[in-house]
């Protein structure tokens, strides 16, 4: 945690260890270059998992969550990125080929944008579909009844 401190001073907002594994929060804007210091420097070689966390009351709602594992230091890294709604996240899938369907969930479901990813695009819900069902506003009983209609010919069962 020291050498990444060392290297991006104010870009790591907050780093901890929990149960062995290191924690940083790192600035958005700064995350590709981070995930390419832990990759290349560090050997964090494997993103584990890309995901997100929706926090509705806080003024940078998601957190962007990136699990690393370094198989020649058998440890493990997580990067959280705060960003607001309708902040764009640079991508890691050029850092990662693994991030590139990561992200696509990620934005599907939260409406996350990864700047520079070179297909950001639905990856579980049709195109058409409105919303994004893992934030924790959308209305699950309204869950696009519209679309259910139109496409399934039925009512939402919800």
Request: hydrophobic share 40%; no cysteine.
């Amino acid at each position: 945690m020291q050498r990444f401190k060392k290297r991006f001073g104010e870009a790591i907002r907050e780093a901890w260890i929990d149960r062995k594994q290191a924690i940083l929060v790192v600035d958005a804007a700064t995350l590709r270059e981070i995930s390419l210091y832990a990759r290349d420097d560090e050997t964090f070689n494997y993103l584990s998992d890309l995901t997100a966390v929706d926090w509705p009351r806080r003024e940078k709602r998601f957190d962007v969550v990136l699990n690393l594992y370094s198989f020649s230091k058998n440890e493990r890294l997580r990067l959280k990125a705060h960003a607001a709604d309708n902040e764009i996240v640079p991508s890691v899938s050029n850092v990662w080929p693994t991030a590139n369907w990561l992200e696509r969930e990620v934005y599907d479901m939260f409406g996350i944008r990864f700047e520079g990813h070179p297909n950001l695009k639905r990856i579980l819900l049709p195109d058409e579909w409105q919303g994004y069902p893992l934030r924790k506003d959308y209305d699950i009983l309204t869950q696009d009844q519209a679309w259910v209609r139109e496409n399934l010919g039925i009512e939402s069962g919800q």
